[in-house]
């Protein structure tokens, strides 16, 4: 499986913008997992709504491409 270089959005692992993907991808773990603990730690904080992070993610994370990938 190849792993992202730097953090991306990923194009393969999407359900929205591929932004838990890309995390995923970089870190090597499981997209279900990084979406599980997610949605976990957006239902604990009542501070920032879970939302508003992915947004702000999907806003600042480039799409991967080809060259993305080790």
Aim: no cysteine; net charge positive.
């Amino acid at each position: 499986m190849a792993k992202l270089a730097k953090l991306h959005r990923s194009p393969n692992n999407r359900m929205i913008a591929g932004v838990m993907g890309g995390i995923a991808e970089y870190a090597g773990w499981s997209p279900t997992w990084v979406r599980v603990l997610f949605v976990i730690i957006s239902s604990l904080s009542a501070a920032v709504p879970g939302i508003l992070i992915y947004i702000i993610l999907w806003i600042i994370m480039p799409r991967a491409n080809s060259q993305s990938y080790q």
